[in-house]
């Protein structure tokens, strides 16, 4: 069962603009959300989270914002580096932690 | 602080075979998950250990199980293995528990021909 969805699998932008990643979750009782970026060969790294409290977490370029009516969570990154370039996993625990399938961003210099 | 380490990091086996792969948790961590990653399916859960013992486990078969150690160290044996477990396994560990933030290692590339 597909709890956490990230619809688009992959995301291009150019450098210095804003990237959007987005993510939907259908469970009500998830109260913690994370972002995780991946690069290949490596295992995924911890970017910023958001508990169910907040509607707003920044950090440097990134801000994640979570809309609880509409299940559903955003990353913004801004302005966006070529280094940003990498799989971004959504996640969303209750008891345990539930990932989307990712998406792939590039930043085009 | 020392991070995740995952041994080995890639592996080869034929179907059948069964396969062990080991985890070294961040130091202090008590809490150790196991996922598989295929390509266009994320990061499936398979289970969480903690304080040697199995606390959650995903959907997925018998044929995949687990320990933890007294000191937090994890394996995650597959038997008979199939060529759809061909995938990336990850390991994780945290504090307390998957409803915190978790710290992956690099994965162990499982190929199965």
């Known amino acids: 069962d597909q709890q956490v969805k990230q619809n688009s699998p992959s995301l291009s932008v150019q450098e210095g603009r804003i990237s959007i990643l987005n993510c939907d979750y259908t469970?009500?009782?998830?109260?913690?959300f994370l972002w995780y970026k991946k690069y290949p060969a490596e295992g995924p790294t911890f970017l910023i989270s958001?508990?169910?409290?907040?509607d707003k977490n920044e950090d440097g370029r990134f801000t994640v914002f979570l809309n609880k009516s509409a299940k559903h969570l955003s990353l913004h990154i801004v302005p966006s580096q070529p280094g940003d370039s990498a799989v971004y996993f959504c996640?969303?625990?209750?008891?345990?932690?539930?990932f989307g399938a990712g998406t792939r961003l590039t930043v085009k210099p | 602080k020392a991070g995740v380490t995952q041994t080995p990091r890639y592996l080869i086996k034929t179907r059948g075979q069964q396969v062990t792969l080991s985890c070294s948790p961040i130091?202090?961590?008590?809490?150790v998950s196991w996922y598989q990653q295929t390509p266009g399916q994320g990061l499936q859960f398979l289970f969480e250990?903690?304080?040697?013992?199995?606390?959650n486990k995903g959907n997925f078969p018998g044929r995949f199980s687990g320990r933890q150690f007294s000191n937090s160290r994890s394996e995650m044996n597959v038997s008979t293995l199939e060529l759809g477990d061909s995938a990336l396994y990850l390991c994780?560990?945290?504090?307390?528990?998957?409803?915190?933030?978790?710290?992956f290692g690099p994965g162990t590339r499982l190929l199965v021909l």
């Open positions: 130091s202090g961590h008590r809490s």
């Open positions: 994780a560990s945290s504090l307390e528990g998957t409803q915190e933030t978790q710290y």
């Open positions: 469970n009500s009782m998830f109260d913690y």
């Open positions: 996640a969303a625990s209750a008891h345990d932690m539930r």
């Open positions: 250990y903690f304080s040697e013992t199995q606390r």
């Open positions: 958001i508990s169910s409290i907040k």
